[in-house]
């Protein structure tokens, strides 16, 4: 079974400073999907990035990459100049075959302060 | 751009009252998922639908059921409700038809239907 591993129950950064998020998974599988998600306060999930196994380069989304370690089995988040609206739950999930549902870690509450 | 929609956003019931959720998905999405976010705990995987038929199925209670209409909008029926059921339910739409090849299958979340049961 797949399993998604966040160790960071919170971070704290300060605005305009990069921050990493860990997240770890496990899988037996040969292709796979990595994801985050960010969820405010106001509890929508809000998909950030995605990095695909056999992808070579890590994955970037504006202020947002991956920072993907395949044989240490690692995709960390990287939010570069964190803004105060970044204060959110970041959740790392991947895609479980066969039908693609997600499984997430336990998530990593980010606080972003002045 | 159209995302996926849920209804009621919020809802409040008694102890062994019964509950129903709806969800729209993206049009033309094929897949639709559902999950339940207990209070400071990750989304839990419940249940799916793929082209109308039960594709998946996780920790959902028995007491649960869902279906998939022929408008793909899909339901989540709740009986015999306990406090414990008292959490954040999602809805998540995909199209795996169109992403075959390209790997991003992202799921689009709705924004949830928050249950309280007292």
């Known amino acids: 079974a797949q399993k998604i591993t966040q160790t960071q129950p919170g971070m704290f950064v300060q605005e305009k400073e990069a921050v990493t998020l860990d997240c770890t998974y496990d899988t037996s599988d040969q292709s796979y999907g990595l994801f985050w998600y960010k969820q405010p306060s106001s509890g929508e999930m809000i998909f950030l990035i995605y990095q695909g196994s056999y992808d070579e380069q890590n994955a970037t989304e504006g202020r947002y990459s991956l920072n993907f370690q395949k044989a240490r089995k690692s995709a960390n988040l990287v939010i570069s100049a964190s803004q105060l609206g970044d204060s959110a739950m970041y959740f790392c999930?991947?895609?479980?075959?066969?039908?693609?549902?997600?499984?997430f870690g336990t998530g990593t509450r980010l606080q972003v302060f002045p | 751009a159209a995302g996926v929609i849920q209804s009621p956003r919020h809802l409040i019931k008694e102890k062994r009252e019964t509950a129903t959720l709806k969800c729209y998905p993206i049009?033309?999405?094929?897949?639709v998922y559902w999950y339940q976010q207990g209070p400071g705990q990750d989304p839990q995987f419940l249940i799916s639908?793929?082209?109308?038929?039960?594709?998946d199925k996780g920790s959902i209670p028995d007491r649960f059921s869902a279906q998939q209409f022929s408008d793909y909008h899909s339901e989540l029926n709740m009986s015999s409700l306990e406090l414990g059921d008292s959490a954040l339910y999602f809805c998540?739409?995909?199209?795996?038809?169109?992403?075959?090849?390209?790997?991003?299958?992202?799921?689009?979340f709705g924004a949830g239907s928050r249950l309280t049961v007292l």
């Open positions: 999930a991947m895609r479980e075959p066969p039908t693609d549902k997600l499984i």
């Open positions: 639908f793929y082209e109308k038929m039960q594709s």
């Open positions: 998540a739409s995909v199209s795996r038809q169109a992403a075959v090849g390209s790997g991003a299958n992202v799921l689009t």
């Open positions: 049009p033309r999405h094929d897949t």
